[in-house]
């Protein structure tokens, strides 16, 4: 395949919707539950289609239940944790959500990325054996984090990989979950091929309940901007573009080479 030698690391961070509940709208944990379930079965069907092995990053609250929807998953992609529950977090949930994970899935899950992307200490995701961490966003998010100081690319610390995700070189353009839905898709495509040439590799992710239908929630207008089926056509496209540049890869099977 043309440009096999540049690896493609797509992500899917799947958990309970909690959104609403950052400004104010609580929901019921089954509606939570059940958003994330079909935004997840389009993107499973967007994956198939275009032979795309993915890393997934999640809550073992979710995955405790759908486990067999855990298992099919298991038999195509990577599942590596996304902590226990989505909107709540203590250090022991570490070692207990890559257990529960890995019972339910019979894979080893050796990755983490902490919801919202918030720090953890390095000691203790490999206290909780894990191998490495992508919960890094090495940039300025506003109201979140100013991250302009960490290393752009994978790095290893003295306890684990870190595997941050893709910005560009230079300005720190991410191209991360808002900027698909509110970049143009030309403009997103071509942060994506800067970031393949310098780097050779680009590694971003999205959720599964942005490809539902969110326009009764109260969550932000960027957040919701492209959803649904809007969301989905513009990732189809996006693989299309990325295939004949790349190859998929999992996280883990990236480290193999390191």
Request: glycine share 4%.
């Amino acid at each position: 395949m043309a440009g096999a030698e540049k690896k493609i690391l797509f992500s899917i961070d799947l958990e309970e919707f909690d959104l609403p509940e950052e400004y104010g709208y609580t929901l019921p944990v089954e509606e939570k539950l059940q958003v994330s379930l079909p935004g997840m079965q389009a993107l499973d069907a967007i994956m198939d289609k275009h032979h795309v092995t993915a890393t997934i990053f999640t809550t073992a609250f979710w995955a405790n239940h759908y486990k067999d929807y855990m298992r099919l998953l298991a038999s195509k992609h990577e599942i590596a944790s996304h902590t226990y529950h989505h909107n709540s977090f203590k250090t022991e949930d570490l070692a207990a959500s890559r257990i529960a994970l890995s019972e339910i899935t019979g894979q080893e899950v050796i990755g983490l990325r902490m919801p919202r992307m918030r720090y953890v200490d390095p000691a203790d995701v490999a206290a909780a054996g894990y191998t490495y961490d992508s919960s890094l966003n090495p940039t300025w998010l506003p109201g979140r984090y100013n991250h302009f100081d960490k290393p752009r690319t994978l790095h290893k610390n003295e306890h684990v990989w870190e595997m941050p995700a893709s910005v560009t070189p230079i300005l720190r353009i991410p191209i991360f979950w808002l900027a698909l839905k509110n970049f143009p898709l030309d403009f997103y495509k071509m942060l994506c091929n800067r970031i393949l040439n310098h780097d050779g590799y680009i590694l971003f992710y999205v959720h599964p309940w942005e490809f539902v239908d969110l326009s009764k929630y109260q969550v932000p207008a960027m957040t919701k901007r492209i959803d649904g089926v809007q969301l989905q056509d513009r990732l189809d496209r996006l693989f299309t573009h990325l295939n004949k540049r790349a190859s998929f890869t999992t996280h883990k099977a990236y480290l193999q080479k390191y």
